[in-house]
């Protein structure tokens, strides 16, 4: 157990809807990073936050957004949901704004 | 041409060999780490790397900055140990880049 936490472990939508993603970190760390894993593309990074700034932003698309939140638990939301988005969504935490990084269990994304 | 390569793609061992699983990238990096994903999905880290060399374990990985290239070793191999092997670099841009992952079983 990585300490990291994610709501909700499964989640089964429609196309077009919204979701949001919780991630609560470990006590101390202040930087969290997202990541979209699919069977087609792999493990891709899509944005970190630190200390509640945005620091880095990959392959992340227009229709998804995240935020760092004052008590530092952070919150990926797609919208407009397309049966691609379906996928794990892992967040993962650390201290620094580089360094080692400790994973939540993940999302299971399914839109249908 | 993959900015993140791995080989081998797969691999099996028998309980006890050493292994070795190697990443080369193209791209100038800030960091390298290697990461374990479970059967079950579960992620974990286990390196990160800028230069040198690390061990944790029966873990070691080493980096060659100038050849661009990474190497995980397994001393001692145990049935516990398969799982998928990741490499990932973070870019200067800050971006991180995924190799594909390399499949580890090893058989009692």
């Known amino acids: 157990d990585s300490g990291v936490t994610q709501t909700p472990k499964h989640l089964i939508t429609a196309t077009g809807q919204r979701v949001t993603l919780r991630c609560s970190p470990r006590?101390?760390?202040?930087?969290v990073y997202w990541y979209q894993q699919s069977l087609d593309q792999g493990l891709q990074f899509l944005i970190q936050y630190y200390n509640g700034e945005e620091r880095a932003k990959g392959n992340i698309l227009e229709r998804f957004s995240a935020q760092q939140f004052p008590d530092l638990h952070s919150e990926l939301n797609l919208s407009s949901l397309e049966l691609g988005d379906s996928a794990l969504y892992f967040c993962?935490?650390?201290?620094?704004?580089?360094?080692?990084?400790?994973f939540g269990p993940g999302t299971r994304l399914t839109v249908t | 041409k993959n900015e993140v390569e791995q080989s081998p793609q797969n691999l099996t061992a028998q309980e006890g060999e050493f292994i070795t699983i190697n990443c080369s990238y193209s791209?100038?990096?800030?960091?390298l780490h290697w990461l374990q994903q479970h059967p079950g999905g579960g992620i974990v880290s286990l390196f990160m790397?800028?230069?040198g060399k690390k061990k944790h374990g029966r873990l070691i990985a080493t980096i060659n900055i100038q050849e661009k290239h990474s190497s995980l070793h397994i001393t001692a191999s145990h049935p516990r140990d398969s799982a998928v092997y990741i490499c990932?670099?973070?870019?200067?841009?800050?971006?991180?880049?995924f190799g594909p992952g390399t499949r580890l079983s090893v058989l009692p």
């Open positions: 790397l800028s230069s």
């Open positions: 006590s101390g760390d202040l930087s």
């Open positions: 993962a935490t650390g201290r620094g704004l580089g360094g080692e990084q400790y």
């Open positions: 791209v100038g990096i800030s960091a």
């Open positions: 990932a670099v973070r870019d200067y841009g800050q971006n991180f880049v």
